[in-house]
């Protein structure tokens, strides 16, 4: 498994279309967002991707396994900071990603810091080095959206996905 760790910025006239001027930069703003908590499967490679996202997964509407961060401000003078960190065993793949927001850079970074070294020793497990990737936009007069979001996969939508009920269908 491939994960892309993808980031954007955006301003708008609310802060939900500032959200998705931020996934617009990103390159993913045509897809449904399915937040997952924050465990790196075995075998995964994470790479941080260049904006807009490096491959595109899927298409319209699908569904996007997404671990997220994103702060909207609508506040002037006010900085929106998101960030995404992990650490990862080097052999097997398997790691952890933590997401946190904020506003400012040195405080998101402390605190993926922070989380990263607490879920390593509550699993008394040590992956290495913390990665992270971190984005801020300072709010001038419109709203801002700083996001930042690990990408697992897309999936579309099929019909044998729905659970069946017995005497509903044929």
Request: hydrophobic share 40%; with cysteine; proline share 5%.
């Amino acid at each position: 498994m491939n994960i892309q760790i993808v980031s954007g910025v955006g301003t708008g006239p609310t802060k939900l279309s500032a959200f998705d001027s931020a996934l617009g930069e990103a390159g993913v703003s045509n897809y449904n967002l399915i937040k997952l908590s924050s465990v790196i499967p075995l075998g995964a490679k994470v790479k941080v991707s260049s904006r807009p996202i490096d491959t595109q997964p899927g298409n319209w509407g699908d569904r996007l396994y997404v671990v997220m961060a994103d702060t909207r401000v609508d506040t002037p003078n006010v900085e929106a900071w998101a960030g995404i960190g992990w650490v990862q065993n080097k052999k097997s793949g398997q790691g952890l990603f933590v997401e946190h927001e904020g506003a400012n850079k040195s405080t998101v970074r402390r605190d993926i810091q922070a989380s990263l070294e607490a879920l390593q020793t509550t699993r008394n497990l040590n992956f290495g080095p913390v990665n992270m990737k971190v984005v801020g936009i300072t709010c001038i007069q419109k709203p801002v959206c700083a996001v930042v979001m690990a990408i697992f996969q897309a999936s579309g939508w099929k019909s044998d996905i729905r659970p069946k009920v017995r005497g509903l269908h044929k």
